[in-house]
């Protein structure tokens, strides 16, 4: 069955923001292995709140 949409009608949300992993990567300071694990495990794209949730970054120890 076809539906009429009214644009009007449409709401005007934000979508999820979608990543390149090596842009997300390079941006994020994350080396080549952690590049080619969130690789394999994504792909070539993934939503922010996956790479974020799932990158490994090494601690930053303060003295």
């Given amino acids: 069955m076809v539906e009429r949409v009214e644009a009007d009608k449409i709401s005007k949300q934000t979508t999820t923001k979608?990543?390149?992993?090596?842009?997300?990567?390079?941006?994020?300071r994350l080396p080549q292995e952690?590049?080619?694990?969130?690789?394999?495990?994504?792909?070539?794209?993934?939503?922010a709140s996956e790479l974020l949730h799932n990158a490994k970054r090494a601690p930053r120890w303060r003295y």
Avoid: P, Y
């Fill in 18 to 28: 979608v990543w390149n992993i090596h842009a997300f990567c390079r941006r994020q």
């Fill in 34 to 47: 952690e590049e080619k694990r969130l690789t394999s495990l994504f792909g070539d794209f993934a939503e």
